[in-house]
């Protein structure tokens, strides 16, 4: 955790940088905010509860959870109570993240939410995680970043609590009792290459939220998402923040359709979503945007045996553009924005 700055977003949700690879964990305009309109909304849980009972999703990159715990938000609001279910496998291979997770301040969660995250890591996690937080408790740790009442309450009672509350199944709360009837969260620590490989589940809904494809390309390669895509069904839907143009061209490369997420108040694009039902994709992408796949932005990474590190990666691609005559990405822009086709489009 040396290498993880802790900062509060705009929306008042805590947000994190890693200065290794020199990126932000979450958008600084808000944590929260980022995590619901770039990839609660464009799921469409509406629409897949109208078809399914039960939905799979795959939240590659949990980091401090703001994803799995968006949906769980939007779904015991919702659609709990109405017969539904959610089973979320989520993966990060930063363990103390995932402990931390429950209690980083975000005022947009109701209490349930720690409730619940606690819940299923305790159990996962038993031991592991119950010393990690007495040593978050016993050094006064993250003071400003984590529920105050981690540190304030006697802290026996809270270890005491984790225990008997959420691991020993004799005192659980009613309302907890009620909500894990129709919740199930797995953890999967380890590098989501690896899990994808071994797995055999399918998802209807994934998210990608990894580190920029630039800064780490190894899960944008077109061996990871060809993987990937062997656990979609035809109506699944695999949504990223997203909008690089080596990983669109990477998603046309695999066979799957994709369009752009738009934040309609904002008029903005927000992400990019895949699905091999093409008839799930809203704002295809244009004539502009198509175009640019052809230039030096939107050459793949690759990593065929699914092991390279993030340089290797990286290295190999500049290889392959220097030793091949790729379009330059500014003089596509610069010939393209010239052009009629773009002030009609204007
Ligand atoms: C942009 S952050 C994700 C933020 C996260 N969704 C959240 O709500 O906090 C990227 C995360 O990917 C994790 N990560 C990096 N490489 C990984 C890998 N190969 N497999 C699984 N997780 C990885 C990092 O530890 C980091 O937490």
Redesign the pocket.
Known sequence: MKNIDFKFTDDGSLG?Y?KI?D????ASSG?YSE?YEKFILPSEYSELFKEKDEINIL???????????SVINEFVKKYNNRGKKINITS????KN?VFL?PFVKVPQYDNFIKDIMCFFIANQFQEDFVNYIKAIINNKLYYNYLDNSLYNSNKNIFLHNIYYQYISDSSKNGTLIRLLKSINIDFII??????IKKTNKSFDVI?L????PIK?P??WTFEFIKLLKEHMTFNSKLITYSISSSYRNTLINNGLALGNIINNKKNKIIGTIASLNNNLIKYPLNEYELGLLNTRCGVMFHDKSLNLEDNEIINNREIYINNNDIQSTSSYIKKYKGSKKWKNMM
């Open positions: 994190l890693n690879v990126d932000i964990y979450h944590a995590s939240d590659i990159c949990y980091g401090i959870g703001y994803n799995t715990k993966i990060e291979i930063d993240l997770s380890d590098d989501a290459r690896q899990f998210y939220d990894a580190f920029t780490s190894k899960l």
